[in-house]
């Protein structure tokens, strides 16, 4: 009996919240509220994406959920990608369940940095802080 309560109070909310936000904003909480929430359970996820968007002054959740694909956003995604992949060892395939796109437009991003790096004075400038805040991290994990 408490299930279906609390079942009924979910539909209840969905439906005064689609009253209230309309479809697309109640879809936009949702899944920043869903990004959030995977983020959050995995350390090095949560430390990576909280370390470039404090960089960027993006918020997690719009460098993760925004179609954008230009710009300090698109740089601060790519930056996230490089290290979970190179530094973390996440699969290219794990991260598509974290941040929701394809991965041939993640592995895109992670060679961009590596490319960028080469010739971008800023990118460099970033990854040399981003290399030392993560071995930081990584020292305080053993």
């Known amino acids: 009996m408490q299930a279906s309560n609390e079942a009924l109070n979910l539909i209840s909310e969905v439906l005064e919240s689609v009253r209230d936000l309309g479809v697309k904003g109640v879809t936009v909480a949702l899944q920043n509220a869903r990004s959030e929430k995977l983020s959050l359970n995995d350390k090095n996820v949560d430390f990576t994406l909280r370390m470039v968007s404090s960089y960027y002054k993006i ?3 719009e460098m993760i959920n925004s179609n954008s694909k230009t710009g300090k956003r698109k740089i601060a995604l790519a930056f ?4 979970l992949h190179n530094t973390f060892m996440y699969s290219l395939g794990d991260l598509h369940n974290v941040i929701k796109r394809h991965k041939s ?4 991003l992670n ?8 010739k971008n004075n800023s990118i460099a400038e970033a990854k040399k802080k981003f290399d030392t805040e993560i071995n930081s991290f990584l020292n305080k994990k053993r």
């Open 105 to 108: 437009w993640l592995s895109k």
């Open 59 to 61: 918020p997690v959740s």
């Open 111 to 118: 060679k961009m940095i590596m490319a960028e790096l080469l």
């Open 80 to 83: 996230a990608v490089y290290y």
